[in-house]
């Protein structure tokens, strides 16, 4: 079967650097995904990485090891409102994207 | 300001109610979906429509039933649901086809099946 794994939930401080793992095993692989949920609200698109390294953009970074089925999402210099849930999905070889069931990201002061 | 609006936005029905959600995009997208999320739960795809017509049915109960009128416009027509139906019925649009684009999703609708 398919699967997305990822921390259900981790705490960081604010200011800090913090690294959100995901481990998929898919039929096919056409790209990860990662996405941001505040409470109550809609899903947004943070990143999308398809090739083996790290993309970045401003304060978020997203790794990928396609060998290792295997992704991260990095936040550094962490706010407030960075306080989500963050989703993987990885999207299979029919272009169907697969979802983790999110990491609840803490952010204390 | 999302280009993707649902209503309701909040929505409580008996067993025996017959309701709809109704989604609409301002994006010029090709391509809309329904999800369900339930806490602690991955999002499960239930419904694709891709240029109106839909592609996928992840095995959805019949007591669920879609309609894309449009590119525009998705509905979600329920009727004697059962209490694990309750959760939160996400919308999302995406340019469409096979293209890899990111989704667009509505705030949703939360339902309680009482």
């Known amino acids: 079967g398919q699967n997305i794994d990822q921390p259900t939930e981790m705490t960081a401080t604010e200011g800090a650097i913090v690294q959100i793992n995901c481990t998929y095993q898919?039929?096919?692989?056409?790209?990860l995904f990662w996405y941001q949920q505040h409470a109550g609200e809609a899903p947004t698109f943070l990143s999308y990485n398809v090739l083996d390294g790290l993309e970045e953009k401003g304060r978020f970074s997203s790794f990928l090891s396609r060998s290792k089925g295997y992704s991260y999402l990095l936040l550094k210099e962490l706010q407030m409102k960075d306080s989500a849930s963050y989703l993987c999905a990885v999207m299979d070889s029919n272009y169907q994207l697969i979802w983790g069931a999110g990491t609840k990201l803490i952010i204390k002061p | 300001e999302t280009g993707v609006t649902q209503t309701p936005r909040h929505l409580v029905m008996g067993m025996t109610n017959k309701k709809s959600l109704k989604c609409e995009q301002h994006l010029g997208h090709n391509a809309m979906y329904w999800y369900k999320q339930s806490a602690k739960k991955p999002l499960e795809l239930m419904f694709v429509y891709n240029f109106k017509e839909q592609t996928e049915n992840n095995s959805v109960p019949s007591r669920f039933s879609p309609e894309c009128p449009n590119s525009s416009h998705l509905f979600l027509h329920l009727h004697t649901l059962q209490p694990e139906d309750s959760a939160l019925y996400l919308c999302a649009s995406s340019q469409g086809g096979t293209d890899l684009y990111e989704q667009y999703f509505g705030p949703g609708t939360r339902l309680t099946v009482t």
């Open positions: 898919t039929s096919g692989f056409n790209g």
